[in-house]
């Protein structure tokens, strides 16, 4: 360590605990229950690597339990990870019709239960990390630290220590700002805002009934509680986003490879062009306010409107503080990895036109931490669940020391209705849910409310 005002130097290296820890003899730790991190334990299970799934929540699937009155528009058969499929045939598990569109309540208790049941022990519930490092060593440290362990910490002060980390944890709880300019708008902080998904047909009803709420956000999470406010009566609705027009919210319509998908744009259109739902186009969020009982929203250009209730599902950004003494290659304008950063690029890729990536993209100079799932695409809208579960693969064959396997990464993904590569206005579609099921939603009746997964698009 370099003292200048002394004039001493003591070199660092000299200064390197010394391990007799074997780190190769640790498990691998996954972070977060979801389908991308029980897809990654899974896999890790099959090429018999020892693992451990921390889950800050109750249950697995705790992110996506916050949204169960949802139903994905995308069928079981694009939801559903391989080496999980085969882990949970294994245990006796018979899968669902594969033509089903299961609810969020359907994916937990159908799929996600029974595989963290079939993990055994290893996954572990109520076990937030707060942490990640390297045993003994900060982030300056350098000779000897490939050897050492990971230390993961968990709110409770528990250490853990692990060969290589897999962290899977996603965005749900850091949704972005309502305001336009990627920072808060002036007041934000001072009123409620719901974000994303709340059920207004359900428990949430009473909050909504007979008020005025804006929505703003153009994607499907948008879209689906525009359908669900709609259906409620004596109850105004007012949608806000910056683009010029709505043409890329209504998505394919028909031609959508998805039906479900394709409907909820079409219904979405019908109930604007019916005056139920107020559009507000090239609204730029700039200030939010109390107006007595009621919230004043005002955008850029100086237009204001006074309701009830807002709801900003206006999509999430990934926290990495949790590994802020680990040596991660950041991409500054995405947040994913520096190399995958162009793959994604929302400017040039839709989710279709992804290119096949895997553990070398998905690799920071922190060898063996991985961040894999929605969360290792930063702040691009352009994630799918079969992403996620390739990813999944791909890394736990590196870690097994696979590489041509980890190297062999496929991706057949639909380019079809909302899923184009015009994205000029991609910004507004900045959804993603936690869980690594992308965003991507549709109201009753078809027959419930929708989140697109698998081989849906974009969130």
């Not at 609204?283 to 009982?293: L, N």
């Not at 990536?357 to 060898?367: K, T």
Request: aromatic content about 6%; overall charge negative; glycine content about 12%.
């Amino acid at each position: 360590m370099s003292d200048a005002c002394c004039g001493t130097t003591t070199s660092l290296e000299s200064e390197q605990p010394r391990s007799p820890i074997d780190a190769e003899a640790l498990p691998v730790v996954v972070i977060g229950a979801g389908p991308v991190g029980l897809a990654a334990a899974a896999h890790l299970a099959e090429r018999g690597l020892d693992f451990l799934v921390l889950e800050a929540g109750e249950q697995a699937g705790a992110s996506i339990a916050q949204w169960g009155h949802v139903r994905v528009f995308s069928p079981w058969k694009y939801d559903i990870d391989a080496a999980a499929r085969r882990l949970l045939e294994a245990h006796g598990w018979t899968a669902p019709d594969p033509e089903w569109l299961p609810t969020g309540a359907e994916i937990v208790s159908h799929y996600l239960a029974p595989l963290a049941k079939a993990l055994g022990p290893n996954v572990r519930f109520r076990s937030k990390v707060t942490a990640i490092s390297r045993l003994g060593y900060d982030r300056v440290r350098t000779n000897g630290r490939d050897q050492a362990p990971f230390l993961i910490r968990l709110d409770d002060g528990e250490e853990i220590r692990a060969r290589a980390v897999i962290d899977a944890s996603g965005t749900w709880t850091t949704p972005n700002v309502l305001g336009a300019s990627g920072l808060p708008a002036r007041g934000e902080d001072e009123v409620e805002i719901e974000h994303a998904l709340p059920d207004v047909l359900g428990a949430d009803r009473e909050a909504y009934q007979g008020k005025h709420t804006l929505v703003v956000g153009a994607g499907h999470s948008a879209a689906t509680t525009l359908l669900a406010l709609a259906q409620l009566g004596d109850t105004e609705v007012t949608w806000a986003i910056r683009a010029g027009d709505a043409a890329r919210a209504y998505g394919g319509g028909g031609a959508d490879a998805l039906p479900a998908r394709g409907a909820l744009g079409a219904r979405l259109h019908a109930l604007v062009t019916s005056g139920r739902v107020r559009l507000l186009t090239g609204f730029f969020t700039h200030a939010v306010e109390k107006a007595g009982e009621r919230v004043r929203v005002t955008s850029l250009d100086g237009r204001d409107i006074s309701v009830d209730r807002i709801i900003g599902a206006t999509g999430f950004r990934p926290d990495h503080s949790i590994a802020s003494e680990l040596r991660l290659d950041l991409d500054p304008i995405l947040g994913s990895t520096r190399a995958l950063a162009p793959l994604i690029d929302p400017n040039q890729h839709s989710c279709g036109t992804v290119p096949p990536h895997g553990a070398d993209e998905l690799a920071h100079p922190e060898p063996g931490y991985y961040a894999i799932g929605v969360k290792s695409y930063g702040r691009a809208p352009t994630f799918l669940l079969a992403t996620g579960y390739e990813q999944a693969r791909s890394v736990a064959a590196a870690l097994a020391g696979d590489w041509e396997a980890a190297r062999d990464v496929q991706l057949d993904l639909p380019e079809t209705g909302v899923c184009s590569s015009n994205l000029a206005e991609a910004q507004e579609q900045r959804i993603g849910l936690a869980t690594g099921i992308s965003g991507g939603l549709l109201a009753t009746p078809l027959p419930l409310a929708t989140v697109s997964s698998g081989g849906s698009c974009c969130g």
